[in-house]
Every structure is written in structure tokens, then in C-alpha cells.
């Protein structure tokens, strides 16, 4: 492994685990700050694409515009619903429990659209990664509770406990989509890829550029948001003082952007099996960091389930079966040359 490959493995976890830090502080701070904060990533990917990828505008598409349009709305769907569903009473470990079902989603879609076949041994697996989120959402369903500032009577609480209910199974049915839309996107790109050539930062550039204008719609809802990031206690960091929901968003803008660098890096400079197992890595990381630093609920339930999520995930991906194959010793061949 090259020194370039090794600091874009540190860098994904760097990068990708305080980011995920980061976004949970900013939804702690305001549950509905999710759409915000993935405008704001939208807005600082697309500026340094600009200056970089895109040449101050005279760089030539390798893709044609109307097949970014596609593939811009499957991008820009999926990342805002995931983030808006924490305005939904979705806990952080059971957001990225979801998310690490993405290979499911992968799979039915390639099956239903490109009408593919897979071995036996990755059925298993996505039915391994099903039962895992199946058992997670089930154990969250009991922890489902708003923040209240006043206390209300026996009736009153268990009518509000079931608008909670109502309410965190919406957030359970935009997960899913986002989770759907995002695995039709990986077989679009896949396509695009196939016929125009793989060019990724590109992508990434006009997949955070054009979706500017579809926040415009939004307009009030985000600066509802700023008003009340700007309102929050202040806090001095490197003798600047600002409110500290302002810094948790630029951390985690800033952050984002490392971290989406640092996985775009790996996949040109490692093979797929090191980039899956750095990524599935990350995301046990991450939720280990999410559920023992912020005292997230998390029952034996929930760990059952995220074992069934992450060994089907390792299993699906054939990271499971080559690491066994090298553990293994090498059968010696008997035959001997007389």
C-alpha cells in the first residue's frame, strides 16, 4: 500500500467519523437543521468544484447536460430526504443503520431493473442486512419520543406518544425511499459511467451545482433555521466568537468535503475490496462513537441487528470470504515430479 492510499484510509475515517459527529451535534442543537445543513454542503462542494473541476466555468462536460439532469435529481432526492428525516424523531444510530442497507436497496434494483442474478451466498446476505433493519427499527419504535417543554396528563401523553409514533413512522418511510432512490441512482450512474467514461469529480461537481435551484422553494424554511443557528449560546474557538450552532455547521461542511475527498482518492488508489471494508469500517465506527459518546438507546436488540447489518454487508461485498481465504493455509499440491 502506497503512502497516498494509507493518509485517503485515515482521512475516511478522520473525515467521515467527525463528520458524522458533527451532524449529530447540529440535529441535537435543531432537529429540522438537516435540510440546512445539506444545502450548506451542497453550496461549498459546488464553489471549490467550481474553482477546481469546472475551471471557472471553461472546462468542456465530459457527460451531456440533459444525463446530468437525471442523475442531479436522484442525487439531490436522496440527500435531502436522508437529512430531513431527522425532523422525523429518527435517532442518528438507526439513520445510519439505514444506510448501511444501501447493498439491499442495491440488489432489488438490479434484480427488478437490470434483471440480474446473484449466488445463493449474497441472498443471504440481504436477508442478513433486511432482518438486521427490520430488528433495529422494531426496538426503536419503543423508544419514539419528542422533546417536550411541559409535562401533560395521562390522556394527553399517550395522544401525543402516538402523534410521536405517527410521525417517527414517516421519518421510517423517507429513510426507505432515500435508501430506493439512491440504490437507482448507483444503476443510472453505473450506466452513464459505461457510456460516456468514468469521470467522478465531474460528477460530483454538477451533481452539487445544479440542485442549487431546487432549494429556492425552501427559501423560508432555511432561513428559519439560520435565524435560530445565529440565536443559539455563543461560543469563542481560536479567539473568533460566533453562536455555536454556526460552528458545528461549518465543521461539518468542512468535514464533508474531507471526507468525500479522502473516499474518491481510495477508490483510485486501492483495490473495491480494501475501499468496502474502509467504509463498512467507518460506519461501525461511527456508530459506536454515536452510541457511547452521545448515550444514544441502544438495547441488545439494536446490537443483534447491527451485527446482521455489518456481517451481511461483508458478506454481500466477498470481503468476509477473501479474508477467510487468506487466514487460510494453501493447500500444498502432493504430486512431485519423479
Same mark, same amino acid.
Given at each position: 500500500?502506497?503512502?497516498?492510499?494509507?493518509?485517503?484510509? @485515515?482521512?475516511?475515517?478522520?473525515?467521515? @467519523?467527525?463528520?458524522?459527529?458533527?451532524?449529530?451535534?447540529?440535529?441535537?442543537?435543531?432537529?429540522?437543521?438537516?435540510?440546512?445543513?445539506?444545502?450548506?454542503?451542497?453550496?461549498?462542494?459546488? %464553489?471549490?468544484?467550481?474553482?477546481?473541476?469546472?475551471?471557472?466555468?471553461?472546462?468542456?462536460?465530459?457527460?451531456?447536460?440533459? =444525463? $446530468?439532469?437525471?442523475?442531479?435529481?436522484?442525487?439531490?432526492?436522496?440527500?435531502?430526504?436522508?437529512?430531513?428525516?431527522?425532523?422525523?424523531?429518527?435517532?442518528?444510530?438507526?439513520? *445510519?443503520?439505514?444506510?448501511?442497507?444501501?447493498? *439491499?436497496?442495491?440488489?432489488?434494483?438490479?434484480?427488478?431493473?437490470?434483471?440480474?442474478?446473484?449466488?445463493?451466498?449474497?441472498? +443471504?446476505?440481504?436477508?442478513?442486512?433486511?432482518?438486521?433493519?427490520?430488528?433495529?427499527?422494531?426496538?426503536?419504535?419503543?423508544?419514539?419520543?419528542?422533546?417536550?417543554?411541559?409535562?401533560?396528563?395521562?390522556?394527553?401523553?399517550?395522544?401525543?406518544?402516538?402523534?410521536?409514533?405517527?410521525?417517527?413512522?414517516?421519518?421510517?418511510?423517507? /429513510?426507505?425511499?432515500? /435508501?430506493?432512490?439512491?440504490?437507482?441512482?448507483?444503476?443510472?450512474?453505473?450506466? /452513464?459511467?459505461?457510456?460516456?467514461?468514468?469521470?467522478?469529480?465531474?460528477a460530483l461537481y454538477y451533481t452539487h451545482l *445544479?440542485?442549487?435551484?431546487?432549494?429556492?422553494?425552501?427559501?423560508?424554511? /432555511?432561513?428559519g433555521h439560520v435565524k435560530l443557528a445565529i440565536?443559539?449560546?455563543?461560543?469563542?474557538?481560536?479567539?473568533?466568537?460566533?453562536?455555536?450552532?454556526?460552528?458545528? +455547521?461549518?465543521? $461539518?461542511? %468542512?468535514?464533508?468535503?474531507? @471526507?468525500?475527498?479522502?473516499?474518491?482518492? #481510495?477508490?483510485?488508489? @486501492?483495490?473495491? #475490496?480494501?475501499?468496502?471494508?474502509?467504509?463498512?469500517?467507518?460506519?461501525?465506527?461511527?456508530?459506536?462513537?454515536?452510541?457511547? $459518546?452521545?448515550?444514544?438507546?441502544?438495547? #441488545?436488540?439494536?446490537?443483534?441487528?447491527? #451485527?446482521?447489518?455489518?456481517?451481511?454487508?461483508?458478506?454481500?461485498?466477498?470481503?468476509? =470470504?477473501?479474508? %477467510?481465504?487468506?487466514?487460510?493455509?494453501?493447500? %500444498?499440491?502432493?504430486?512431485?515430479?519423479?
Open positions: 500500500m502506497n503512502v497516498i492510499a494509507a493518509l485517503a484510509i @485515515c482521512m475516511v475515517f478522520v473525515g467521515c @467519523c467527525s463528520n458524522v459527529v458533527f451532524l449529530e451535534l447540529v440535529v441535537k442543537e435543531d432537529p429540522g437543521a438537516g435540510n440546512l445543513a445539506t444545502f450548506l454542503q451542497f453550496v461549498f462542494i459546488a %464553489v471549490i468544484g467550481f474553482c477546481t473541476v469546472g475551471k471557472f466555468g471553461t472546462a468542456k462536460r465530459n457527460i451531456p447536460f440533459k =444525463q $446530468y439532469l437525471m442523475l442531479v435529481a436522484f442525487f439531490w432526492t436522496s440527500s435531502v430526504a436522508n437529512n430531513y428525516a431527522f425532523d422525523f424523531n429518527i435517532s442518528m444510530p438507526l439513520h *445510519m443503520i439505514f444506510r448501511a442497507g444501501s447493498l *439491499m436497496a442495491n440488489m432489488a434494483m438490479g434484480v427488478w431493473i437490470l434483471k440480474k442474478r446473484y449466488p445463493p451466498l449474497k441472498y +443471504l446476505a440481504v436477508f442478513m442486512i433486511s432482518a438486521g433493519i427490520a430488528i433495529c427499527t422494531v426496538q426503536s419504535s419503543g423508544d419514539v419520543k419528542a422533546p417536550r417543554e411541559t409535562h401533560e396528563d395521562a390522556v394527553e401523553e399517550e395522544r401525543l406518544k402516538f402523534i410521536d409514533w405517527l410521525w417517527w413512522c414517516l421519518g421510517i418511510a423517507i /429513510l426507505t425511499f432515500a /435508501l430506493f432512490v439512491s440504490a437507482r441512482m448507483g444503476i443510472f450512474q453505473e450506466s /452513464l459511467y459505461g457510456k460516456y467514461g468514468k469521470h467522478p469529480w465531474e *445544479m440542485p442549487l435551484v431546487f432549494w429556492l422553494p425552501t427559501a423560508p424554511n /432555511l432561513i440565536e443559539t449560546p455563543v461560543v469563542e474557538v481560536l479567539g473568533v466568537t460566533l453562536p455555536r450552532q454556526v460552528l458545528w +455547521l461549518t465543521l $461539518y461542511i %468542512v468535514t464533508q468535503g474531507l @471526507c468525500i475527498s479522502a473516499v474518491y482518492v #481510495l477508490t483510485t488508489e @486501492c483495490a473495491s #475490496l480494501t475501499v468496502t471494508l474502509t467504509v463498512t469500517l467507518r460506519k461501525f465506527v461511527s456508530l459506536l462513537f454515536s452510541i457511547l $459518546y452521545f448515550r444514544n438507546p441502544f438495547t #441488545l436488540g439494536h446490537w443483534i441487528g447491527t #451485527l446482521l447489518v455489518f456481517i451481511g454487508t461483508l458478506i454481500f461485498t466477498e470481503v468476509l =470470504q477473501k479474508s %477467510v481465504a487468506l487466514l487460510l493455509p494453501t493447500p %500444498v499440491d502432493k504430486k512431485k515430479k519423479i
